[in-house]
T-cell receptor, first 114, second 110 residues
Framework: DTGVSQDPRHKITKRGQNVTFRCDPI?????LYWYRQTLGQGPEFLTY????????KSRLLSDRFSAERPKGSFSTLEIQRTEQGDSAMYLC????????????FGPGTRLTVT | QKEVEQNSGPLSVPEGAIASLNCTYS??????FFWYRQYSGKSPELIMS????GDKEDGRFTAQLNKASQYVSLLIRDSQPSDSATYLC??????????FGDGTTLTVKP
């Protein structure tokens, strides 16, 4: 069991650029979650998938954010026209449907928007 | 009011002592509760889950749940310096997304 992996681990971009992050979940997990975390805060929910279906997206999430999980395996999170406020750690987690709260996190992608 | 509330700390205990971490939640229908440990610069790591009222023990960790009081706690016995981390409480009300508190930072002093 290789765990959840995320790529890249770090991303520095200029304001206004688009960025895309990738997450590979634990292979037998059919749930995949994206969270965002800033210093001193807990992870903030962004969206989650069950297989390839996106079941929920945070109401707070700007339409600049989009996520896909086209074949029910890996997922991508894209941020268009990045802003400095997007600077954060982007965390991916996966779980079994039957144990939805028992989520296993990847190492995260740290985004810095300059 | 935040959905999941934790004292931010920092909580400092001497090595060998019991550390007590507390969490309250607002959604009465919540059924599943979790504790994660997060070391500085790392991602959260699941350490305990609890679904029923009462206590659940796993090694040096004990989770306690009181649904009537909407309260969940984590006790760490025989605290070690390696337990120094931020502890996140999470609630998963509908078997979907989890809602996290902002964490309590624990320091165990040798």
């Amino acid at each position: 069991d290789t765990g959840v992996s995320q790529d890249p681990r770090h991303k520095i971009t200029k304001r206004g650029q688009n960025v895309t992050f990738r997450c590979d979940p634990i292979s037998e997990h059919n749930r995949l979650y994206w969270y965002r975390q800033t210093l001193g805060q807990g992870p903030e929910f962004l969206t989650y998938f069950q297989n390839e279906a996106q079941l929920e997206k945070s109401r707070l999430l700007s339409d600049r954010f989009s996520a896909e999980r086209p074949k029910g395996s890996f997922s991508t999170l894209e941020i268009q026209r990045t802003e400095q406020g997007d600077s954060a750690m982007y965390l991916c987690a996966s779980s079994l449907v039957s144990r939805a709260g028992e989520q296993y996190f990847g190492p995260g992608t740290r985004l810095t928007v300059t | 009011q935040k959905e999941v509330e934790q004292n931010s700390g920092p909580l400092s205990v001497p090595e060998g002592a019991i550390a007590s971490l507390n969490c309250t939640y607002s959604d009465r229908v919540s059924q599943s509760f979790f504790w994660y440990r997060q070391y500085s610069g790392k991602s959260p790591e699941l350490i305990m889950s609890i679904y029923s009222n009462g206590d659940k023990e796993d090694g040096r960790f004990t989770a306690q749940l009181n649904k009537a009081s909407q309260y969940v706690s984590l006790l760490i016995r025989d605290s070690q310096p390696s337990d120094s981390a931020t502890y996140l409480c999470a609630v998963n009300p509908n078997a979907g997304k989890s809602t996290f508190g902002d964490g309590t930072t624990l320091t165990v002093k040798p």
